[in-house]
């Protein structure tokens, strides 16, 4: 388990410090640029939950696959990965190009910051097609226990992308100072430097990402069928749940500038403390996939149970970490006053709350999915979502003007709390132990 999850968890903390680190500079331009910047990132995290429904669902059949020693049906699904997640990617990218305004619109009315987040957009769309190499490659190498490889391109990209924003947004050692135009033209080259570090690497090392392309575009009608019939659940789940999130920004973004800026330096801070979580779904996913394309239901079920119970340690530890924390951490962001208070009490309602957040997320992604459920998540997400959570929540903060925290903790338990029991009582129940392979 730590062989894998101990990499994976760097690698996340990498591209969560990241995050965290964009947002800490993009902070001390003001409060505009950084719900800007923010708005616009909600396009790019979009796509990224795409990608990963992509990847997820093919992550069941590589990790069962490689359980089995069946090489060619891992090609097999490497190549049709690929080509998903660059077709969405360069779909992603022309819709950004070609009508920023609109995307922008869906979270704010306010001009400046419209105006603001189009500049970041238009340039950090040109990064997608680079991401959309990397997630396949690292699905690859993740999922047949490679997990070095992409933590290394993580290191290489992320120094690639600090250095880079130092001297575009403040114009350091000669350099133009861009702004928020430069935030964005760091990233695009720093998932360049991703993608190619780790192909570069994977080759040269002679892992699962060299096959004879013969193999990668073996890709026959009885096998796209089996494929979706996995990984289109899969991916709806991701994009019906990433919308559900879009939704929720947009809420908070029609409440105010200042309530998306809280949210923005708040949701930095939840990507970097929950790191070792997807860490632990990762090492669960390729370990439980392992097993059952072995055919070994006993370690299946013990691998489920033993990735459970740290996930809820690890939650309630982590949580009050951030609790206890927070004002310290708050007090480096160079934001209004106003800000720093409703993020450091959103912040409280995150960490007392973090256990029940991601017990639903270590049983969907790390549990369900890797022994060949991906339809039963599909069904309660987008209920607790459009049925429950995004109507509480904009009632909150729209209609009853609610504050900040008070709205952010009405979308969290809304659907956090029947998640955790109808996911429960179906991992349980063990329906969720489907050998695909």
Known sequence: MLSIAVPVTLQNLLFSSLTFIDTLMIGTLGDLPLAAVGMAGKWTWFLGIVLFGF?????????????????RGIHRTHGLMGVCTLGVSLLFTAMALLMPEKIIGLFTRDPAAIKTACVYLRIVSLAYPFQALRRTAGTVL?????????????????????????????????????????????TVLASAVDAAVIHAAGLKKKTLLRAPLSQLTDIRGDFVLRYLRIGAPALFNETTWALSNLIYSAIYGHMSTQAYASITICKSIEDLTCVAIFGLASSCAVMLGSYVGQGD???????????????????????????????????????????????ARVLVVYGLELA??????????????????????????????????????????????????????????????LKVFLYGRHFLSEKWIRPVV
């Open 55 to 71: 990847s997820s669902g093919a992550a069941v059949f590589i990790a069962q696959y490689y359980g089995a020693g069946d090489e």
């Open 142 to 186: 993740e999922s047949t226990q490679q997990v070095v490889i992409p933590f290394a391109s993580a290191v290489c990209s992320v120094a690639t992308n600090i250095v880079l924003n130092a001297l575009l947004i403040y114009g350091l050692c000669g350099f133009p100072a861009l702004g928020v135009a430069g935030a964005a033209i760091a």
């Open 297 to 343: 239901m006993e370690k299946t079920k013990g691998c489920a149970w033993y990735h459970l119970k740290l996930t809820v340690v690890l939650s309630l530890v982590i949580g009050l970490f951030v609790v206890l924390l927070r004002g310290g951490i708050l007090s480096v962001f160079g934001v209004s006053d106003a800000v720093r208070a409703d993020a």
């Open 356 to 417: 029940l957040r991601n017990i639903p997320y270590m049983l969907v992604v790390g549990i369900f999915r890797a022994g060949g459920d991906t339809k039963y998540a599909l069904a309660v997400d987008f209920a607790s979502a459009y049925l429950i959570g995004i109507p509480l929540t904009a009632a909150a903060g729209l209609i009853l003007h609610l504050s900040v925290p008070v709205t952010y903790l009405v979308m969290y338990l809304s659907e956090d709390v």
